[in-house]
């Protein structure tokens, strides 16, 4: 077996609702389960989905305050009042708070934006910020992707005189701050039909309302915080990020310009992965190591040297940024191995004076990717007595819901069900370790601690094809709640498999079932090379893609995990450096075998002899979850059946089958050899072994012929042999040549040598599984 290293949840399908749908529209199979599966039952949505035919951009004002605040805001132009943008440092707080930068320009509102700054003031409005800015004479605050959790900041605004608008995505706390208007689409009252934008989409939707129009020339910036903020690509959210990506393409905005060439991007043709791993992470950068402000620079700048000026420096702070998240988790990882040990923590929640809190968040994922664990990642303020946290979640155990179950002891919390971030006083972060920890232990099963990948389609081969990958991209772009999709191929067979890469670290394979055949890269997967047998049932689960080379169009499968669900036999006979091969495996789950002295030195691997059985059929043996490693064969076929009748049916079977002698290719006399050796010991009277080289070359034998017959024969007592004479015993009696126990013995070896190390490896397979899975099969009965 090779066991996968997560668990594959295939979703499940309507095959009757998939049969309707594909005839209707008249798409492969694979391309309609996938939409069935994703709850696009009818042929109008699923065409809306995948052409985006009559897609359209919902009616601003059907969000709950979109009127209040776009009279407010027209009002506060018309009278020339300062209008504060209020953003956040993340990507969707960036980019929201540039789409009402180019909106307020383009209207002649007074204006500025401020950022709060992540190290100093922390997340969201803070009182101090709204003193300054009525200081500095502004009379309307509009938040951006924050505020729906400013009860107190509210309250302030309305002290001091100034009008707030609070416009968020973020779950809204049971208490709402008292502000001119709120527009958050998940705000209890709100009817909204789609509840799922960004901050930045929400922004977007009150620039359509002020300028009485969709604002196509901000789609890029829009797009940008959307994918960043990995909320679902549904909906009007499908149709900000595709249209967005394309305006991305020929935008000439000059920050946008100079960012995608200092992602490489330039001239590429891009997609949501571009801007989700390569734009979204720089402009998240800025944020978590210094003051946000220049990623708004960048957005919104018309001054081509000045935003070039501006990506280098972003592009520098994510290398930086990149530097450091790799040391912190280092450390972090140094500290729950060292001080919170898995069997006693459901939940991780780590800490330490000194981290960086703009990166803890991707701290917490990296842990959460090594351990699979819900985990909240801290920087400790000792100054202040208090603790910045970071956290990311698994499958089954919503943070938020469980978070609000600990409002008491946390003053300032937020977030999703999968993430979230939030203040604490040093003084309780052991009580939330234990309150967490208790509703793990009561929510989450051991199934739930093993990583989870889930499966879109179980295919064949034959059902991949370029058209089906074509129409399956259809549902592009992907994303949370839109997923890449991911195809399950099980039990194919290996045409190829082997390392590449120059540390020899990834895989390639060539899938084959029935006439078809795939191509395979497994990224990071070249260390199971070793542990795939040639001819083993091979089950994959991975994204589908169209490789192109020199005007050559392929299919291909990007391996994501792999398993072998049937025990393996590796054929290792006539293998010439066991011991490179035994390097690269895992040596704790291996016991080697040798039924003879003379096999560790002929083999050479003297260095593993800890690990190696001599008298196997002595000692105490369990193969159950083990590599088996059989090194030479034993002297009869029913020691080998023993040996698994005591040690039961290991995982995997290595056949080295080392021999000493070529029983079965050196001549096994006949009976008319041995009836003419025979007739010459006659005639001769006597015979000394010395000129057996002599006889033997006269008659096309061996040498070890000839002392082999001898030895038939004076076991038979057809001879007398004494320092090597041999003479006739005028005694003898008539005697079966299998009578000799040398003669049986040559033919046991010579069967063992036949069925054992020259059979076919379908022939020997099929040994082990007749007698190894038989026989553990009658005894897991028997029990």
Partial sequence: ???????????????????????????????????????????????????????????????????????????????????????????????????????????????????????????????????????????????????????????????????????????????????????????????????????????????????????????????????????????????????????????????????????????????????????????????????????????????????????????????????????????????????????????????????????????????VEKYYRPTIVMSIDREKGVAKGSARSIEGFDMFMNLSECRDILPHFGGHPMAAGMTIDLEYLDELRSRLNAQANEKLTEADLTPLTKVDLHCSIEDISLDTIEQMNLLAPFGVSNPKPVVMLKDVNLAQIRRIGSQENHLKVSLKEGGATLDGVGFNFGYVFEEIASRAALSVIGQLSINEWNGLKKPQIFVHDLAVNEWQLFDYRGIRDLNKRLENLPIEKLTMIAFRDSTVDKLGIQNWSD??????????????????MLLDLPYVEEDLIELFRKGGKPERTYAVFEHEEDHFFSTLPSREDFKWYYGFLMKRGSFHLKD???????????????????????????????????????????NELTSSKTYRSKLEQAKLENDFCYSSYHALKSWFDQSVNCFTSTEEAIK
């Fill in 1 to 367: 077996m090779l066991k996968s290293k997560t668990r594959w949840k295939l979703a499940e399908s309507d095959e009757t609702n998939i049969d309707q749908l594909q005839s209707e529209l008249g798409i492969s199979r694979l391309a309609t389960s996938l939409l069935v599966n994703r709850g696009i039952q009818s042929a109008e949505t699923a065409r809306r989905f995948l052409y985006k035919e009559n897609l359209i951009y919902h009616d601003p004002y059907l969000m709950d305050g979109m009127k209040d605040s776009v009279q407010r805001i027209k009002e506060a132009i018309s009278n020339n009042e300062r209008i504060l943008i209020f953003g956040d440092y993340d990507a969707d707080g960036v980019s929201s708070t540039s789409v009402l930068v180019y909106t307020f320009n383009e209207l002649g509102a007074e204006f500025d934006y401020y950022i709060p700054n992540r190290f100093t003031e922390g997340y969201g409005p803070n009182e101090t910020a709204f003193r300054k800015a009525k200081e500095d004479g502004y009379d309307l605050i509009v938040t951006v992707d924050t505020g729906i959790s400013g009860v107190h900041e509210a309250e302030v605004a309305k002290e001091i005189g100034i009008d707030l608008i609070i416009t968020d995505h973020h779950e809204p706390p049971p208490v709402l701050p008292d502000a001119l208007a709120i527009i958050n689409p998940k705000k209890p009252g709100c009817t909204y039909p789609f509840k799922g934008l960004a901050g930045v989409g929400v922004a977007f939707k009150l620039a359509q309302a002020l300028l009485d129009r969709i604002p196509g020339h901000l789609l890029e910036i829009a797009a940008m915080g959307t994918i960043a903020d990995l909320v679902p690509l549904q909906d009007e959210n499908r149709l900000i990020a595709s249209e967005g990506i394309r305006a991305l393409q020929h935008s000439d905005k000059p920050g946008i310009k100079a960012l995608l060439e200092v992602c490489g991007l330039k001239g590429q043709e891009l997609n949501e992965e571009h801007l989700g791993f390569g734009i979204g992470p720089r402009l998240n950068a800025v944020g978590r190591l210094e003051h946000a402000g220049p990623a708004v620079e960048l957005l919104t700048t018309e001054d081509f040297t000045y935003a070039k000026q501006l990506a280098e420096e972003i592009d520098s702070l994510n290398k930086s940024r990149q530097e450091l998240v790799n040391t912190m988790t280092k450390e972090a990882i140094e500290e729950v191995e060292t001080n919170y040990p898995l069997d006693d923590n459901r939940v991780l929640i780590i800490a330490r004076e000194g981290w960086n809190p703009g990166v803890i968040g991707i701290v917490a994922s990296r842990l």
């Fill in 692 to 734: 057996a080289a002599k006889l033997a070359k006269h008659k096309g034998w061996s040498k070890e012929t000839v002392n082999f017959m001898s030895q038939v024969f004076f076991e038979l007592n057809f001879v007398r042999m004494e320092d090597g004479l041999i003479s006739i015993n005028p005694q003898s009696v008539k």
């Fill in 611 to 628: 690990l190696i059985l001599h008298n196997p059929l002595e000692a105490n043996l369990s193969f159950e979850n083990r590599y088996v």
